[in-house]
């Protein structure tokens, strides 16, 4: 079977709760493992909760979804771990450990998703860094760095384990416009190197300048630009 034809996540008839409260309900969509979707849709809509089903950490208790080849109705939860190694996760505030260095943090997640070879792990947390731009700040404590410079370090740590996709919570909410742009086109360079994107944004001007496919969560319901007219001027 060649699994590069298959999607990279697939959801069903799926309905996604905060506790007992329904928030989406008959959600249907699949991300192709090239693709680069927005998710958009009013503040409390359900794009973090969306995301947050995908990755396991809310419970899928209704309808289908498979995520990097883990069903998630039937997940384990000593699978999870696996599965979060398969997605690379991106939030708004960093969650870096403040009190170690650079190079520390990125050595942390891969010795906690068990990788024992020295080596290798310098090596990776290199080829990492080279790949976001910031090989220079191995030895550098996150305060040292600036908003855009520590997204980028947590981008770099959600590649670590080489995802089929990076879900993304609105990376570059807090960020200056030209530093948005820059981490924006850093997602884009990921993307082409073969990661699927799924980034939930608020800001406007990149759906105006990137015509990227369009989930948008609208009155309880999960719309696809591939199958509907999605309006953005209405997601904020
Ligand atoms: N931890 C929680 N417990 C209970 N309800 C929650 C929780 N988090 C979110 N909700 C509710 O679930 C609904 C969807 O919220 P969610 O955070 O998914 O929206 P969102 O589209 O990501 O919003 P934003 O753009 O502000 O991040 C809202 O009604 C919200 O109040």
């Known amino acids: 079977m060649d699994f590069s034809t298959q999607p990279v996540l697939q959801m069903t008839q799926a309905t996604i709760f905060q506790g007992e409260s329904p928030v989406l309900s008959e959600v249907n969509f699949s991300v192709e493992q090239h693709e680069f979707v927005f998710l958009i849709g009013r503040t409390g809509s ?28 039937k997940i384990k939860n000593s699978e999870i ?70 997204q980028r370090i947590v981008i770099a740590r959600a590649l670590l384990n080489e995802p089929s996709i990076l879900l993304a919570d609105e990376p570059t909410g807090n960020l200056d416009p030209n530093v948005a742009d820059e981490i924006f086109k850093l997602f884009q360079d ?28 609208e009155k309880g319901k999960l719309l696809d630009s591939q199958m509907h007219d999605v309006s953005f001027g209405t997601s904020s």
């Open 46 to 73: 359900g794009k973090s909760s969306l995301l947050k089903t995908l990755y396991a950490d809310l419970p899928l208790q209704a309808g289908h979804a498979e995520v990097v080849g883990f069903n998630l109705s």
């Open 81 to 150: 771990p696996f599965l979060r190694r398969k997605i690379g996760i991106i939030f708004q505030d960093f969650q870096l450990f403040y009190d170690r260095n650079v190079s520390e943090n990125l050595a942390f997640v891969l010795k906690a998703t068990g990788w024992t070879d020295k080596v290798k792990i310098k090596e990776r947390i290199s080829e990492v860094l080279i790949q976001v731009g910031l090989i220079d700040s191995l030895m550098k404590m996150p305060h040292q760095l600036s908003g855009g410079e520590q």
């Open 190 to 217: 990921i993307n082409k190197k073969g990661t699927a994107i799924l980034m939930a944004t608020h800001n406007h001007d990149l759906l105006r300048k990137f015509p990227y496919r369009v989930l948008k969560c």
